[in-house]
Structures are given as C-alpha cells and as structure tokens.
T-cell receptor
Framework: AQSVAQPEDQVNVAEGNPLTVKCTYS??????LFWYVQYPNRGLQFLLK??????LVKGSYGFEAEFNKSQTSFHLKKPSALVSDSALYFC??????????????FGTGTLLAVQP | NAGVTQTPKFQVLKTGQSMTLQCAQD?????MSWYRQDPGMGLRLIHY???????DQGEVPNGYNVSRSTTEDFPLRLLSAAPSQTSVYFC????????????FGPGTRLTVL
C-alpha cells in the first residue's frame, strides 16, 4: 500500500538560514509527489509537484524539492527562510499504478517555525 | 472565479443531530473529494467522486454520505453526529490526470458535543 512519512513533527530554523522539511514515500510504481502548505485557519495550498523529468523541482514562494528515487525521498527545501514561511507543510503521494482511484495519500504534516 | 467554496465555516452539533456540509467549485473539475484533518493524523480521505453521479468511499467513510448530482456540487452529510466526528473538514477538486494537483476549500470546523 502506498504511504508517506514525514519524520519530523516540527522544524525550527532561524530567518535567513536554509530549511529542509523531510518526506519519504512508499509506492508500488513510479510516484507522483506533491507538497502543500497550510497557513493557520486556512485550507491547503499547492506548492510544487514531481511527475517526471528533472529531479529538482521548483515551486511557489522560492521553495524547491528534490526527488531521490534510490532513497524514496522528496525533501522540501528553501535557501533562505522567512518568518512568513512559518506554517504546516504536507507531503502527499499518488500511485499511478494504484488503479482507477488515483487517491492522494498525505503525510501527517510538519510544522515549520522560523524565528526572527 | 471563486475556486472551491465551503459552507458553513464553523458548526456546533449535538450528538445524534444530522447536517450537510456544502462544497462547490467553479473550475469545472470532474474529481472532488472530502477529507478530515485531525491533529497528528494529517488528512484522511472520507469520500470522493470522479464525476457527476459517481461516488466512492475513501479511508474513513463510516458515518458520512455523499452525492454528486452536478459537476459543481459535492455535499457531505453527517447522518447522526458523534463526538468522534469533531474535526476540520476540507473539500478539494481537480481535473482528471494523475499529475494534476488538488485545489482545497477553506474548511469547515465542526464540533460535536
């Protein structure tokens, strides 16, 4: 069965420092991977996705993520964190070989706290 | 366009009461889904639909019903509310195609007493 793991409940980083939010996945075929961000009392917003091609994917707000097939990881990164990046981040996977449902499976979320 | 809209934003129910959470999208998306978000558990899929007249169960369907009479609307019905259904509920929609991202509504915060 497909699954997503976000090993860190919370990541703390100082403003201006690089940040990484970790995600690993398990699927039977080649994965479609997504990152979403949730600001307080808001719905989820799409950040970026990996479908195929270049392993480094660039998305909204200066975020990027690197797909690593051998490590089954899709870590979210940003070179220089902003206080406004503080939010809850979700990794999600869709298994393209998972049949007609194509359901999206979410990780448990990682709270990013950027200190000024 | 408005994207995905949900009503109400907040709701308090007593155990045993029923209600309907409304969801609508104006992007002509065929696929629509309902999730619930609970602390430490991420988002869990309740029900989904791949088109008008077609619905199916997700991970946690018990206690919920859905219908999809139009492309735009996908209401979620709680038949007899229980405290375990206290949660934040999100509706989402997308175009078909496995590479397409979902668009989420702002959520409904439900408390069952």
């Amino acid at each position: 069965a497909q699954s997503v793991a976000q090993p860190e409940d919370q990541v703390n980083v100082a403003e201006g420092n690089p940040l990484t939010v970790k995600c690993t996945y398990s699927v039977s075929g080649n994965p479609y991977l997504f990152w979403y961000v949730q600001y307080p009392n808001r719905g989820l917003q799409f950040l970026l996705k990996y479908i195929t091609g270049d392993n480094l994917v660039k998305g909204s707000y200066g975020f990027e993520a690197e797909f690593n097939k051998s490590q089954t990881s899709f870590h979210l990164k940003k070179p220089s964190a902003l206080v406004s990046d503080s939010a809850l981040y979700f990794c999600a996977v869709r298994d393209p070989d998972g049949g007609a449902t194509n359901k999206l499976i979410f990780g448990t979320g990682t709270l990013l706290a950027v200190q000024p | 366009n408005a994207g995905v809209t949900q009503t109400p934003k907040f709701q308090v129910l007593k155990t045993g009461q029923s209600m309907t959470l409304q969801c609508a999208q104006d992007m002509n998306h065929e696929y629509m889904s309902w999730y619930r978000q609970d602390p430490g558990m991420g988002l869990r899929l309740i029900h989904y639909s791949v088109g008008a007249g077609i619905t199916d169960q997700g991970e946690v369907p018990n206690g919920y019903n859905v219908s999809r009479s139009t492309t735009e609307d996908f209401p979620l019905r709680l038949l007899s509310a229980a405290p375990s259904q206290t949660s934040v509920y999100f509706c989402a929609s997308r175009h078909p195609g496995q590479g397409n991202e979902q668009f989420f509504g702002p959520g409904t915060r439900l408390t069952v007493l």
